[in-house]
């Protein structure tokens, strides 16, 4: 499985961004999505993660605030990521779970959030 996430960029602290994770494969093969956020010098961080039958979990730091969907059309994964912080700033990466177990990473897409 192939992942490219995009839709990172620049925003202001209470701005608004909308990632996306195009995968390689139906995403009726996929079981589990998730976003996860690095920043240097840390481990990456569970964000958010959407069941194949459309449960969600997010990180209490993003509750209220980031909202992950899927669109089954496009094989696609979004993170809408409303109300952002400066501490929101680094790199967002997405992995899939299917049968054949967990993917490898995208490239990541970078956010960054100035105050």
């Known amino acids: 499985v192939q992942l490219v996430e995009s839709g990172g960029g620049l925003v202001q602290a209470g701005g608004s961004l909308r990632l996306s994770c195009a995968a390689s494969?139906?995403?009726?093969?996929?079981?589990?999505m998730e976003w996860y956020h690095q920043t240097p010098g840390k481990q990456r961080e569970l964000v958010a993660q959407i069941t194949g039958g459309g449960g969600t979990y997010y990180a209490d730091s993003v509750q209220g605030r980031f909202t992950i969907s899927r669109d089954n059309a496009k094989n696609t994964v979004h993170l809408q990521m409303n109300n952002l912080r400066p501490e929101d700033t680094g790199v967002y990466f997405c992995?899939?779970?299917?049968?054949?177990?967990?993917?490898?990473w995208g490239q990541g897409t970078q956010v960054t959030v100035s105050s």
């Open positions: 992995r899939v779970h299917t049968m054949s177990g967990w993917s490898d």
């Open positions: 494969i139906s995403i009726f093969n996929i079981n589990l």
